[in-house]
């Protein structure tokens, strides 16, 4: 099928709006039992919830709000509050009459009336820095449930070929019993009884490899999920993986394609949001050329001409007051420069990651041309190999063809049936790249 534009939908769905909102509420991941059976939309879910990339991600959208509010700060009032009480010498005192003690209190209001546009400025670039984080939190999310997704593809490709494996030895085996019946019956030499027991022994070794690859499949599943569990009635459960490695053809058109990804994918609307913030950072080193004002106002109380309390002066106080450096040494210059720098090097980062993103969509539509390519001519394959083994069985019962053409065939319907499973898990990885590399969401956000 072709897609076009239109059909495509923002990473930043329904699902993805609540996992970010989910964020506020930062409650810690249950450890959780293994499951009896897991398929790949509970995994999917489960590591939205669990994976550690994904938790960190969020956790610095909340650094990036700690940032915002701080920022914020400067531009409501801020109010703050001194006192002091000191013992001293008489002959050090600097009041009149002189004395030995001397006590100050006062509360005190400032709000910042100018600052150069640098207060206006720095919100607006912290809370572009905010935007990115989220963003950013969505490419993590895109690139987790991938590595998910293909992990879960790692296990049922190794299942099933532990399956083609143990299919594969339960012929030999009956092949060996059907040479052994002729050969105690003195129709074949003992030369093709051994060479029987030789093909089964050499077919335990993919069998076992098979299966410890899918013992790795698990654990790499496990560490992708954030899947954490040590107690003694999980620690060898494995869980019945719920799937099949299916093949549905489905095409992508190149344009509709990049199109997609220059509009949805993560990483480049982040870069966009730090490039915004970085043009405000240069109006935020500018300012200081200007001179800042601010009000302030309170109420403070002194110690009186006395020694006793309640002879203490106080009164409310207000006014006005400015600040501007008119020669800083230049300094205000270098941090405009620098500030201009960063602005171009972030937009030298969004050119490079866009041609990246080019390149990755236009290396995963042709990977998945390949794999369609190959997925097509292992289905002919098999078939082939399915009725060249049973000709070479009834030609063998027959006396026309040797036990050599019986374990050829054998083999090579053995690894038309790797092939193609091989070839399935190929597309179906290829499919996903593909998804990811055009802004599409995982189906576990999507839907």
């Known amino acids: 099928m072709k897609l076009a534009r239109s059909s495509f939908s923002p990473v930043t769905s329904l699902a993805m709006f609540a996992l970010i909102c989910g964020v506020a509420r930062g409650a810690p991941a249950p450890r959780q039992d293994v499951p009896d059976s897991l398929d790949l939309p509970t995994a999917l879910r489960f590591a939205l919830e669990n994976n550690f990339s994904i938790r960190q991600a969020r956790e610095r959208i909340k650094q990036q709000e700690g940032v915002l509010v701080e920022v914020k700060a400067r531009s409501i009032p801020n109010v703050s509050a001194n006192g002091s009480y000191q013992l001293n010498d008489r002959d050090i005192s600097q009041s009149f009459p002189a004395s030995d003690r001397s006590w100050g209190l006062s509360v005190t209001a400032t709000q910042a009336l100018f600052a150069g546009g640098g207060v206006r400025s720095a919100i607006r670039s912290s809370a572009l820095t905010r935007e990115a984080a989220v963003l ?21 490709l190794a299942r099933e070929k532990i399956k083609v494996q143990e299919s594969n030895v339960e012929l030999l085996k009956s092949q060996l019993k059907n040479v052994t019946d002729r050969f105690e019956a003195g129709t074949i030499s003992s030369f093709e009884k051994l060479r029987a027991e030789v093909a089964l022994a050499n077919a335990q070794v993919p ?13 790499a599943l496990r560490q992708s999920l954030g899947f954490v569990t040590n107690t003694q009635e999980n620690v060898r459960k494995i869980p019945e993986f719920v799937g099949t490695l299916d093949y549905l053809p489905v095409s992508y058109e190149l344009q509709s394609s990049l199109d997609s990804a220059h509009a949805n994918r993560p990483e480049i609307a982040r870069l966009a949001k730090l490039a915004d913030s970085r043009e405000e950072s240069v109006t935020t080193a500018r300012s200081t050329r200007y001179p800042n004002l601010s009000a302030f106002g309170g109420w403070q109380l002194r110690k009186g001409p006395t020694d006793t309390f309640g002879d203490s002066k106080d009164g409310f106080l207000i006014g006005l007051q400015s600040q501007w450096a008119i020669f800083d040494g230049r300094a205000t210059t270098g941090r405009v420069t620098q500030a201009r720098s960063l602005l171009e090097q972030t937009k030298l980062v969004l050119q490079e990651q866009t041609l990246a993103v080019d390149v990755e969509v236009r290396r995963a539509l042709s990977s998945l041309q390949e794999a369609n390519e190959l997925a097509e001519a292992s289905q002919k394959v098999v078939a082939q190999a399915e009725e060249s083994l049973r000709l070479a069985n009834a030609r063998y019962g027959a006396g026309t063809a040797t036990q050599l053409d019986v374990l050829q065939s054998q083999v090579d319907l053995t690894t038309a049936r790797t092939n193609q499973i091989q070839a399935y898990y190929n597309y179906n990885v290829a499919l996903a790249r593909v998804r990811k590399a055009i802004g599409l969401a995982d189906s576990a956000v999507a839907n």
């Not at 069998?207 to 654990?219: D, V």
């Open 136 to 156: 950013e939190l969505t490419g993590v999310v895109n690139d987790a449930l991938l590595d998910v997704r293909t992990k879960f593809y790692d296990i049922l």
């Open 207 to 219: 069998l076992i490899t098979a299966r410890n690859a899918y013992r790795l499949a698990i654990e």
